[in-house]
Nanobody, 119 residues
């Protein structure tokens, strides 16, 4: 069982930066992928970025690849999302999730952290 807790959200002005953290309790298997998603009001949840727990390979949504960076610290059981040059349209609840690499559905989800970007 993997439990995920996000932190680091808040209010930031357009052009600013935030770093989100996702702390996992319980051992994360080496075969897992950790991902970040976001959901703005009235929209569907969308994929932001993912990282392989073993090896660190990354994937990004095309629209966010230039400004967002996902990373991990295996020793701290933590995944990060560095967000730069934030725009008001980045306002959303950001979720951390985990899945086994051989499935497409994420099985474990955090409670989310709110990011609000003011213009």
């Amino acid at each position: 069982q993997v439990q995920l807790v996000e932190s680091g959200g808040g209010l930031v002005q357009a052009g600013g930066s935030l770093r989100l953290s996702c702390a996992a309790s319980g051992r994360i298997p080496n075969t897992y992928v950790l991902g970040w998603f976001r959901q703005a009001p009235g929209t569907e949840r969308e994929f932001v970025a993912g990282i392989y727990w073993n090896g660190g390979g990354t994937t990004y949504a095309d629209s966010m690849k230039a400004r967002f960076t996902i990373s991990r610290d295996n020793a701290k059981n933590t995944v990060y999302l560095q967000m730069n040059s934030l725009k008001p349209e980045d306002t959303a609840v950001y979720y951390c999730a985990a899945r086994a690499r051989w499935v497409t559905a994420y099985a474990y989800w955090g409670q989310g952290t709110q990011v609000t970007v003011s213009s």
